[in-house]
């Protein structure tokens, strides 16, 4: 039951950092909005536990997930700004 609810969790957190932070180069699609908000609940929780915000059995919770979420799609349009990582929404080479 815990994981379902880190995956309802992350969804929902997902979707509140792309509505917050919108770009032309958000992951989308269910899965990655799903993992987007499950790394950044992760993220949220150890910076979190590092600080002392959060005790060591202790996760964040929906708006830490968010601003976690928030972080990494920072980080993402970094990286896609600079060309570190291509950009998902344009595609390259098509195989046939």
Do not use: C, E, K
């Not at 609940?41 to 929906?62: E, H, K, M, N, S």
């Amino acid at each position: 039951m815990y994981i379902i609810w880190v995956i309802v969790i992350g969804f929902v957190a997902g979707i509140i950092a792309r509505l917050l932070a919108p770009g032309p180069n958000n992951p989308t699609g269910f899965i990655l909005t799903t993992v987007l908000g499950i790394v950044g609940a992760f993220l949220a929780t150890f910076i979190g536990q590092a600080v002392g915000w959060y005790r060591p059995d202790q996760g964040a919770g929906l708006i830490g997930a968010t601003i976690g979420a928030i972080i990494v799609l920072f980080v993402w349009h970094r990286l896609v700004v600079n060309r570190t990582i291509s950009d998902p929404g344009v595609t390259g080479r098509r195989w046939l």
